[in-house]
């Protein structure tokens, strides 16, 4: 009812800074407090988050890295293999030939590497268990003892031994874990000390965007205080602290660095001007060249810059802050400087392109409000006044602060002797050398001073209190100076000799410029005004602010709205408050009161027929089939029980003539939306019209104006069949292709064994969202995912969506979002003279085209799928298509259309490269959230024994392809609560858990796994039986039933496992089904239901639709037939919640009405109904048209 | 369980069965029968009346009519008040039906105004939910609406249909979600006991430290002598469509749920009953 029931579940995204004295905190994006970093320990002086981990420089000038925990352990695979040779004398041993490959190598043969060679690479890693051999090859198990066998080194190898097997290897495999989560992990410095990295004063993470390959890779740069750029090597999610420094040549000193989500990277220079990175890509993370830009103002140098996706901000020595126009990847310096409202110490740009500053008055966080794709540069700066969740060590320290400055006093100035001690004491001990070392290096830089008087508020990057007073008095007091001699630290370093004797001053000046001070000018005076924190850094890299995104950090938050904010699934306080029961009995009361003895009284008021009207646009039914205007009407008429029906009328001219066609609402069994750019569309099905493959498609001028007509039309579809509020616990779920979600209530006779009802009679109803996969159990338990392998969790509540106001539940109806990308493919002819070219044959394909090449599709004029997809990036090269690409992105083949690889033969004279680009949908429904680890796949036990204590069991595959077993799902809390990762030797893509726990997962490679052993006190069973796929298939699917276990391979062939007994729970051998099926879902009653791939109707054919096997019984699990559903454009369905068995007495008159009143209502060319039943294969005829389907794939 | 928007509905569909007897001076042809009706509580009497004007005009000489008013016990009926906060008002706690006598004569010039048509009823209602809104909105929202839409609230109303009303009048019911609520709360606090007609002032959701106003914070603020109690027992009764929320029941939910048609929450005071 009111917006703020579409309070957005927001994954908790976190804001990271520093205050003055170095501390880390986190402000969450749902929270209203900074929170003390978890390992708080050690004091730092920048820090750069992502989502998954933040670096920081310590003040004590080491670099860590802080991982966030995830259930998800980060592994590591080693492995090395055993080569042995055959000799007539003792068979296959360990004696090789001197021509021979090492007996312990690399899968090359070429590196010596023994077991014991493998070592862990920091001391934050451990290993998971011993050494052991890998028996599965490709899919295959293979003899015992893992063996694979050739004819000599280095050739195929088979699992089989041949007579000609002259030498065998095998793999050992050894998973070692990183374990420094959530901590601040020091990364590790082994290399060779005369290359040692002088300290970082800066450093940067970004480029998550530019490839997934390896995952999570990350782009880590860093400033040294000597001005060198610095470039990480290998920082990726399984190698989250990188393994070296590598050094990168810049024209001049670098001061700063920012490092965007994509291929922007700026570096300020000492001159005051900024580089700019160029030339980085995918195959080029590093870049390979920079560019100069000139600061807006010659006098007034850039200080600070930091770069987002397109944007770059920048700050300049007078603290104004300016905005960079025109940047994008073809130009990442852009063209013009703005300059911006207000005066920052910094700014810092995070996900989204949203920006942070800390104020130069007041050093509080700033957040730039307003920020969105079209209006970049934002609106207006507002203050984050969130408080500190623990404010005690906040007035410890400043009245520690405050005795230093009183301890120090005014003599400080000037005297180096009285800071000297301190410093060599601390740096000696190496504990807190930071701020030793950076003054040594000021001194080593050996910088004249550019003015005397004090730049905006420079001091030192470091955090220790009494430093940080001192220098504030420092800088508090004028400009009298006197020359200090700094003392020497033991960190080695070139050059540092050099012109050490420079005034104080001066180096708080040049410091001030390497790192932004900590203190404004009028220190004391600020502080005692107010208790606010005060910031140093933000970082918000990792903080995912959106425009529909509320933040609670503008407000003090009162005690009682805070526990008011927790989103959870159980019922909020506010349900039930007594108030609102009170109201809820009195109502009842006064109903009651007033009402009962009095039904007999005449009604002021006559309920009449209500009748909307509308003009609408008809795909009509004769041919050439083309959109006609007509006009129509909907009658709403109020029975004196308050029951509803309703006619749709649709008035139509037929040659002069005029017609109309009258649908009765509760005859109709689904209502789809069809959004495309060109046309606001609905298709509106009845059986009757199931079973031709072609519905009544409806469009309206507007969208808004379909989405109320889609609105009405389902509220009374639902009301005239007394349906409303959430679906029920044994509800049927399904997915369209274009994200929609449908509920379906399953009668009793669905499942029975004579006469099921038909599954073209199933009424579909849609509920808010957007999912790729949902997934079902009997106690009301769903899970959904998304496109963007966004995990979600069905809150009970329903609508949501275009269901506005009474449509939709008022509580527990959330935001939702969802990207995907869209793709456009680049192709191009060779010619032999200048080789390839966007000029093809007269007969070719458009040169940028959709996947077939019949659609010209260009980048200019590609648009989002709807109005409600937004582009959230720009066009870029997709190298993850099947067959590979080459280093550019192309793939090559003989002529179009063909298959494609990834690299250029002879024989291939045309090419073509995917582009994509990424498009966001923002909308709402019945779901949050289940962050943060992404899914591909998720299954839920279909049902156990009613009131059992135990929690549900729920099984998922990562989208890295970790198998995980959630815990504490339970009816009350269906999120549950935490992952349990279950060790596997490869990715996997599928996983279903059967009613009696069997679980069944299928790998990358195409081969299933069964898991012993798992049971309520076992949830994650103990091993994996390896099952291998059925002869040259690779399975895709797995799921699992009451006791079937069907599995679903590449090819679309359906198969079911035989053999399954209690005692030998992996089944004995694969059965063919069925082909032709795209998705397969086996419920609790071992019923069997598909999607599948395409199915002719009487006029049209569909492409993915419902269908469901007939014939299945205990003796027959493999059934019958196929009984054809709704569809096309359907493309997942989760039966696991349909526990209802048919009634033993289900009439037989009942179903015989059915079959009649169907058969009623067909009218014309009703051909071909009686052939849908008992098909043993799905049926796939010829093309006729595919149009007719409101929804193709 | 139950959804606030049952709330909504049972609110809507709330009503007064009522027993219609003609004064005892007005001239009649025939003997009068009593007529007896299920008044919605949200609407407003010469709305709903039809049927009653009819069913005595045709027991009346064409001469003796002219326009029609209604008293209970003495007090004419405001027609432009709610039905449900004229029987809150004055006749709960009595037995039902309610009995309301009906006047063809002497019009109480000074009590009531004119009701010439349902034009007027309209304009009336209108004005009050531009009143509200501009409380509520700053009347950003019904504003923004297009005569259609103002149109379709009316005829909800006049026809009594809740979805076709409460399809445009959510929107008056929304706020930015950076808000905690409206601006100000509509809101009209009625005595029996008083002359003044009602008690409407200033009242936002929130309070400024964030936490809601309630109920009781706004009676307490605006009519303190409502919440008093004598020796610990509730002088009065705090009344909203035939119930008393408690005291603590947040007031921008109360606004949201509680409200009439014209947006306003129309509060009634009454004594406690004595029994």
């Not at chain 1, 990295?197 to 480029?207: K, T």
């Not at chain 1, 933040?551 to 904010?565: D, E, P, Y």
């Not at chain 1, 609402?665 to 019209?689: C, D, G, M, Q």
């Not at chain 2, 409502?226 to 469509?241: L, R």
Request: glycine letters at 8%; proline letters at 5%; aromatic letters at 12%.
């Amino acid at each position: 009812m009111t917006l703020k029931s579409c309070c957005p579940t927001m994954p908790n995204s976190l804001l990271w800074a520093v205050d003055i004295f170095g501390r880390v905190y986190t402000l969450a994006t749902a929270g209203q407090y900074w929170e003390l970093c978890k390992d708080a320990h050690l004091e730092f002086k920048r820090v750069s988050a992502v989502k998954q981990c933040c670096w920081g420089i310590a003040c004590d000038n080491q670099v860590y890295v802080y991982v966030c925990s995830s259930d998800v352990p980060i592994r590591h695979r080693e492995e090395t293999y055993e080569n042995q040779r055959w000799n007539p004398v003792g068979g296959f041993c360990e004696k090789l030939m001197p021509s021979d490959r090492w007996q312990w190598s690399d899968v090359s043969g070429l590196k010596h590497q023994l077991l014991d060679s493998l070592v862990l690479p920091s001391p934050h890693w451990e290993w998971e268990s011993d050494w052991y051999v890998d028996e599965n090859f490709g899919g295959e198990p293979t003899e015992k003892g893992g063996w694979t066998y050739a004819m000599d080194f280095p050739a195929t190898y088979t699992r089989d031994k041949k007579w000609n097997s002259c030498v065998r290897r095998r793999k050992w495999i050894r998973y070692r874990r990183y374990k420094s989560r959530d901590t601040w992990a020091k990364i590790p410095s082994h290399d060779d000390p005369k290359q040692l990295p002088d300290p970082f004063s800066d450093l940067s993470i970004g480029g998550w965007e530019i490839t997934d390959e390896p995952v999570g890779r990350l782009s880590v740069w860093a400033v040294s205080l000597q001005g060198k750029v610095w470039y990480r090597e290998d920082v990726c999610h399984p190698n989250p602290e990188g393994s070296s420094w590598s050094l990168v040549e810049t024209p001049g000193e670098a001061v700063q660095i920012s490092c965007g989500p994509y291929d922007l990277l700026w570096a300020t220079l000492w001159e005051g001007q900024a580089m700019v990175r160029e030339g980085i890509d995918r195959n080029n993370p590093k870049g390979s060249s920079w560019s100069i830009v000139e600061p807006p103002v010659p006098e007034n140098g850039i200080m600070h810059v930091s770069v987002g996706v397109s944007v770059v901000w920048a700050v300049t020595k007078d603290r104004k802050v300016w905005f960079r126009r025109g940047v994008n990847s073809h130009n990442p310096c852009g063209t013009s400087w703005i300059e911006m409202v207000g005066e920052m110490m910094m700014v810092n740009v995070g996900l989204n392109d949203q920006v942070w500053g800390i104020g130069c008055d007041d050093r509080a966080v700033y957040f730039r409000q307003g920020v969105t794709p079209s209006e970049l540069s934002g609106k207006t700066w507002k203050a984050i006044i969130a408080n500190r969740e623990n404010d005690r060590s906040h007035t410890g320290s400043s009245s520690s602060l405050l005795s230093a400055g009183c301890f120090f006093g005014d003599e400080v100035r000037g005297s180096g002797d009285s800071l000297a001690p301190s410093d060599t004491d601390t740096s000696s001990e190496a504990d807190r050398p930071g701020l030793v070392s950076e003054y040594e290096l000021s001194s080593g830089n050996s910088r004249p001073c550019p003015e005397s008087s004090a730049v905006g508020s420079g001091a030192q990057g470091d955090s220790s209190e009494e430093e940080a007073a001192l220098s504030a008095n420092r800088e508090g007091k004028a400009q009298v100076t006197a020359p200090a001699e700094l003392p020497w630290t033991n960190i080695d370093l070139k050059e540092t000799r050099k012109a050490s004797a420079h005034s104080a001053a001066c180096y708080a000046e040049t410091t001030s410029l390497s790192s932004l001070g900590l203190f404004p000018m009028g220190l004391e005076e600020g502080y005692g005004a107010d208790d606010h924190p005060l910031w140093a850094w933000v970082s918000g890299g990792g903080c995912t602010v959106e425009t529909h995104t509320v933040l609670k950090w503008f407000t003090i938050q009162s005690g009682l709205s805070t526990s008011m904010q927790t989103l959870s699934l159980s019922i909020t306080p506010a349900q039930t408050a007594a108030w609102r029961k009170q109201i809820f009995q009195q109502l009842t009361e006064r109903t009651k009161r007033e009402l009962e003895n009095f039904r007999h009284y005449e009604q002021a008021v006559e309920q009449s027929v209500w009748v909307k009207t509308g003009t609408l646009q008809w795909w009509a039914d004769w041919k050439p089939h083309k959109w006609i205007d007509v006009r129509v009407a909907l009658e709403q008429f109020t029975g004196n029980d308050g029951t509803r029906d309703s006619i749709l009328f649709i008035y139509y001219m037929f040659h002069e003539e005029k017609k109309y066609i009258h649908i009765f609402l509760n005859e109709v069994t689904v209502l789809v939306p069809v959004l495309n750019e060109a046309k606001h569309s609905f298709a509106l099905y009845t059986p009757e019209k199931t079973k031709q493959r072609w519905p009544i498609r409806l469009a309206a001028a507007t969208e808004q104006e379909m989405y109320d007509w889609l609105a009405l039309l389902s509220t009374s579809c639902s009301e005239s069949r007394r349906i409303q509020g959430r679906p029920s616990p044994q509800a049927i779920w399904s997915v369209t292709c274009k994200g929609d979600i449908f509920v379906s209530e399953p009668s009793a006779d669905l499942e029975a064994l004579t006469h099921p009802m038909p599954c073209d009679q199933m009424f579909w109803r849609q509920i808010g969202g957007h999912l790729r996969v949902v997934e079902c159990n009997s106690h009301g338990v769903v899970w959904g995912i998304g496109y963007d392998h966004t995990a979600w969790v069905y809150t009970g509540g329903y609508g949501g969506g275009f269901f506005q106001g009474l449509a939709s539940s008022t509580s527990n109806i959330y935001m939702q979002s969802d990207v995907k990308c869209v793709y456009i493919y680049e192709n191009q002819r060779w010619n032999p003279v200048t080789g390839y070219t966007s000029r093809g044959l007269p007969t070719d394909r458009y040169m940028w085209s959709d996947v077939t090449g019949l659609q010209e599709c260009t980048k200019a004029n590609t648009k989002p799928p709807s109005l409600h997809w937004t582009w959230v990036s720009d066009w870029y090269i997709d190298f993850n298509i099947s067959g590979g690409t080459d280093r550019e992105g192309w793939q090559y083949a003989s002529d179009f259309p063909s298959s494609y690889h990834g690299y250029k033969t002879m024989k291939d004279f045309v090419r073509r490269r995917r582009w994509a680009r990424k498009c966001k949908l923002v909308t709402s429904g019945p779901w949050l959230e289940v962050a943060p680890i992404s899914l591909w796949d998720v299954s839920i036990i279909p049902g156990c024994e009613e009131g059992s204590k135990d929690s549900i069991a729920l099984w998922a595959i990562s989208d890295k392809g970790d198998v995980l077993c959630r815990l504490g799902v339970s009816e009350l809390n269906p999120a549950g609560s935490s992952w349990l990762h279950v060790g596997t030797d490869q990715p996997f893509i599928s996983v279903s858990v059967g009613a009696f726990y069997q679980v069944w997962a299928v790998a990358r490679d195409g081969s299933a796994f069964y898991r012993g052993s798992v049971s309520p006190k076992q949830p994650a069973g103990d091993c994996w039986y390896h099952i291998p796929s059925p002869p040259k298939q690779k399975l895709k699917q797995v799921s699992v039933g009451q006791t079937s276990v069907y599995a679903l391979d590449e090819n679309g062939n359906l198969w079911y496992r035989h053999g399954i007994t209690p005692s030998y729970p992996q089944g004995s051998s694969w059965d063919h089904v069925s082909n032709n099926v795209r998705k397969v879902s086996i419920g609790p009653l071992d019923q069997v239901w598909v999607i599948a791939n395409k199915v002719q109707g009487s006029h049209s054919l569909s492409c993915g639709t419902v269908c469901h096997r007939t014939g299945v019984q205990p003796r027959e699990p493999k059934g019958q037939g196929w009984d054809y559903g709704i569809g096309g454009g359907w493309d997942h369905i989760s039966v696991r919640a349909n526990t209802t068995k048919a009634l033993k007495s289900v009439s037989r008159e009942t179903m015989e009405d059915n079959f009649s009143r169907t058969t009623d209502v067909e009218e014309g060319d009703g051909s071909g109904e009686s052939s849908f039943f008992n098909k043993t294969m799905l049926v796939m005829n010829a093309v006729q048209e595919i149009n007719g389907s409101a929804v193709t794939c | 369980m139950t959804d606030d928007k049952d709330v909504l509905r049972d609110v809507w569909f709330g009503r007064i069965p009522t027993c219609f007897t003609l004064y005892q001076d007005e001239i009649t042809e025939r003997e009068a029968e009593p007529y007896y009706l299920l008044l919605p509580r949200v609407s407003y009497l010469t709305l709903v009346t039809d049927k009653v004007k009819k069913h005595f005009q045709k027991v009346m000489r064409q001469e003796d009519i002219s326009e029609i008013w209604f008293e209970y016990e003495g007090t004419p009926l405001k027609w432009h008040y709610p039905i449900g906060l004229l029987f809150d008002l004055l006749a709960s706690n009595t037995a039902l039906p309610w009995n309301i006598t009906v006047h063809f004569k002497s019009f109480p010039e000074k009590d009531l105004l004119h009701c010439p048509s349902k034009d007027t009823i309209e304009a009336h209602f209108m004005s009050c939910m531009k009143e509200a809104d501009a409380l509520k909105h700053k009347s950003q929202v019904i504003n923004e609406m297009q005569k259609k839409d103002h149109k379709q609230l009316w005829m909800g109303l006049q026809n009594d249909k809740f979805d076709q009303f409460w399809a445009i009048n959510r929107k008056l019911m929304e706020y930015p979600a950076e808000d905690n609520g409206f601006r100000y709360i509509p809101f009209r606090i009625y005595q029996a006991t008083t002359e003044r007609p009602f008690i409407q002032k200033l009242f936002r959701p929130v309070a400024a430290d964030g936490q809601l106003h309630t109920l009781g914070d706004l009676l307490k603020e605006v009519c303190p002598s409502a919440i008093t109690t004598e020796d610990g027992v509730k002088k009065n009764q705090i009344m909203i469509h035939g119930i008393e929320p408690m005291l603590e029941t947040p007031l921008q939910w109360l606004s949201e749920h509680l409200s009439y048609p014209d947006n306003f929450l129309h509060i009634s005071i009454i004594p406690q009953p004595t029994d």
